[in-house]
């Protein structure tokens, strides 16, 4: 009996290691619904697919969540590749971008084989643990993924020069093991791409037309675009963060999507509040007067476990601890600066408790002014009760944990996306009905957490 338990615990684990390791299947695409109709994207859409016929992306399909009101989806092709016979070796970070459509270039190969020339086919593998050293030229024996084949664009000899490493793409992937349409930079007025969970938080927060939102922790702007666009750019949404760099993209991105209702500062919001406003009246800038915005979004820093695809964990405890009192300090302002009767939503792009479940159980004991809330739409997992969490109370919490259906998950990354919704015969799926299949649908993505609260007093 224990030998049938560990084994099966040996193949959950297997199954949990191969899942992380896998780039969602879905290309989620937020259409800007400030100024497009999902019928107009879609056609938009099509047509940039259709300019892209060297990539072999005929097949794939556009599709509409049965929920979500403002996203189209394009599944991923899955291919069967056989690894070519030259290795090259890029670090995790570079392999997980080839896994999801990028190619590889010169800065992020660590080692090739000597004898490669410009013109050779090539398999690129992802060194785990990133411990191959730069220019290697023996065959790597360290821990590695099979990402895909691609075209060598220069030598090996070229590649590691005294001068250092050239600029641009060394390889070009002809033979990705997910095929993925190509939206960087195209569609620029009226698509985002963006994780499901994401934009589902910006749902749980239910923005209304003349709303004063503040997203703190703001860039790169995801969250921030699509509040503007579900307020049909009319109202105000404050955008901080800290790294004046970072808001040059929430900048970017906000013009690009023509909203201009997002205002934009780079500030610190761990020093948020202001008992002594410092701006005129009629304006709004940090730091802020104590209760000021009917909204606020905190999407903190987080660890990122459950990132995909992500094929190693490299974090001490003690980094991985520092988190949670980084998210407080950070949560105590906005308790501040939410107006009675506000809405508060917390999230996080991570699996960790203490970040999530431990954090929400912390805020209900310090502040009896908040209550969580009913989520909609709530297509996540519920919480987990936890130290000073009833279950009742983490019932009202949404979690995305691909690891939970992890061998579903992994039958989708073989059958492909499309076939799960369509072939009624598959023996994985036929008994799941169509809200389950919605359900693993919104699994297959990254590790994400939302919470919700609302403000039932001043205190």
Same mark, same amino acid.
């Given at each position: 009996?224990?030998?049938?338990?560990?084994?099966?615990?040996q193949?959950?684990i297997?199954? $949990?290691?191969?899942?992380?390791?896998?780039?969602p $299947?879905?290309?989620?695409l937020?259409? !800007?619904?400030?100024?497009?109709?999902?019928?107009q994207?879609e056609?938009?859409?099509?047509?940039?697919?259709?300019?892209?016929?060297n990539?072999?992306?005929?097949?794939?399909?556009?599709?509409?969540?049965?929920?979500?009101?403002?996203?189209?989806?394009?599944p991923?092709?899955?291919?069967?590749?056989?690894?070519?016979? @030259?290795?090259v070796?890029?670090?995790?970070?570079?392999?997980?971008?080839?896994l999801?459509?990028?190619?590889?270039?010169?800065?992020?190969?660590?080692?090739?084989?000597?004898?490669?020339?410009?013109?050779?086919?090539?398999?690129?593998?992802a060194?785990?643990?990133?411990?191959?050293?730069?220019?290697?030229?023996?065959?790597?024996?360290?821990?590695?993924?099979?990402?895909?084949?691609?075209?060598?664009?220069?030598?090996?000899?070229?590649?590691f020069?005294?001068?250092?490493?050239?600029?641009?793409?060394?390889?070009?992937?002809?033979?990705?093991?997910?095929?993925?349409?190509?939206?960087?930079?195209?569609?620029?007025?009226?698509?985002?791409?963006?994780? $499901?969970?994401?934009?589902?938080?910006g749902?749980?927060?239910?923005?209304?037309?003349?709303?004063?939102?503040?997203?703190?922790?703001?860039?790169?702007?995801?969250?921030?675009?699509?509040?503007?666009?579900?307020?049909? !750019?009319?109202?105000?949404?404050?955008?901080t963060?800290?790294s004046k760099?970072? =808001?040059?993209?929430?900048?970017y991105?906000?013009?690009?999507?023509?909203l201009?209702?997002?205002?934009i500062?780079?500030?610190?919001?761990? @020093?948020?509040v202001?008992? =002594?406003?410092?701006?005129?009246?009629?304006?709004?800038?940090?730091?802020?007067?104590r209760?000021?915005?009917?909204?606020?979004?905190?999407?903190?820093?987080?660890?990122?476990?459950?990132?995909?695809?992500?094929?190693a964990?490299?974090?001490?405890?003690?980094?991985?601890?520092?988190?949670?009192?980084?998210?407080r300090k950070?949560?105590?302002?906005?308790?501040?600066?939410?107006?009675?009767?506000?809405?508060?939503?917390?999230?996080?792009?991570?699996?960790?408790?203490?970040?999530?479940?431990?954090?929400?159980?912390?805020?209900?004991?310090?502040?009896?002014?908040?209550?969580?809330?009913?989520q !909609?739409?709530?297509?996540?997992?519920?919480?987990?009760?936890?130290?000073g969490?009833?279950?009742?109370?983490?019932?009202?919490?949404?979690?995305?944990?691909?690891?939970?259906?992890?061998q579903?998950?992994?039958?989708?990354?073989?059958?492909?996306?499309?076939?799960?919704?369509?072939?009624? !015969?598959?023996?994985?799926?036929?008994? =799941?009905?169509?809200?389950e299949?919605?359900?693993? $649908?919104?699994?297959d993505?990254?590790?994400?957490? =939302?919470?919700k609260?609302?403000?039932?007093?001043?205190?």
């Open positions: 009996c224990c030998g049938h338990e560990q084994s099966l615990l193949l959950e297997a199954n $949990l290691k191969k899942i992380l390791t896998c780039p $299947l879905l290309t989620i937020r259409v !800007n619904t400030a100024y497009f109709s999902l019928d994207a056609k938009m859409i099509a047509d940039i697919m259709e300019k892209q016929g990539r072999n992306i005929s097949s794939l399909q556009i599709m509409r969540h049965p929920i979500i009101p403002d996203i189209l989806m394009v991923a092709q899955i291919n069967s590749v056989t690894a070519a016979t @030259k290795e070796i890029v670090g995790s970070q570079c392999g997980m971008a080839v999801r459509g990028a190619n590889v270039f010169a800065v992020g190969i660590k080692g090739a084989d000597p004898s490669i020339q410009e013109g050779d086919l090539v398999a690129v593998y060194d785990i643990n990133d411990i191959c050293l730069d220019g290697a030229t023996v065959k790597f024996t360290g821990e590695k993924l099979f990402v895909g084949n691609g075209i060598a664009k220069i030598s090996r000899k070229e590649l020069t005294s001068n250092g490493k050239p600029r641009g793409i060394a390889i070009e992937i002809l033979e990705p093991i997910y095929l993925f349409p190509a939206f960087n930079g195209i569609g620029e007025e009226f698509i985002f791409l963006q994780n $499901l969970p994401s934009i589902i938080a749902h749980v927060l239910d923005p209304h037309e003349g709303d004063t939102i503040l997203d703190m922790c703001s860039a790169p702007g995801g969250k921030a675009t699509h509040i503007a666009a579900l307020m049909k !750019n009319k109202g105000t949404v404050i955008a963060d800290k760099v970072k =808001i040059q993209k929430i900048k991105n906000a013009d690009r999507l023509k201009s209702c997002i205002k500062f780079a500030f610190d919001s761990t @020093k948020a202001s008992d =002594i406003s410092q701006c005129p009246e009629e304006l709004l800038c940090p730091p802020f007067a209760e000021s915005f009917d909204r606020i979004l905190l999407d903190p820093p987080c660890s990122g476990i459950g990132q995909r695809p992500c094929v964990i490299k974090m001490s405890s003690k980094e991985l601890k520092s988190y949670s009192c980084y998210q950070l949560f105590t302002q906005a308790v501040s600066l939410l107006k009675v009767g506000g809405t508060l939503v917390y999230c996080t792009c991570t699996l960790s408790l203490s970040e999530n479940e431990g954090n929400v159980a912390w805020a209900l004991s310090n502040y009896p002014e908040l209550e969580l809330c009913n !909609n739409p709530h297509l996540g997992g519920n919480g987990i009760q936890v130290d969490l009833s279950k009742e109370q983490a019932n009202f919490l949404q979690r995305f944990d691909p690891t939970n259906s992890a579903l998950l992994l039958h989708c990354h073989q059958q492909g996306i499309s076939n799960f919704f369509t072939d009624s !015969n598959d023996k994985h799926t036929k008994d =799941i009905d169509e809200m299949k919605i359900q693993l $649908l919104a699994s993505t990254i590790g994400f957490f =939302i919470a609260f609302r403000k039932i007093c001043s205190c």
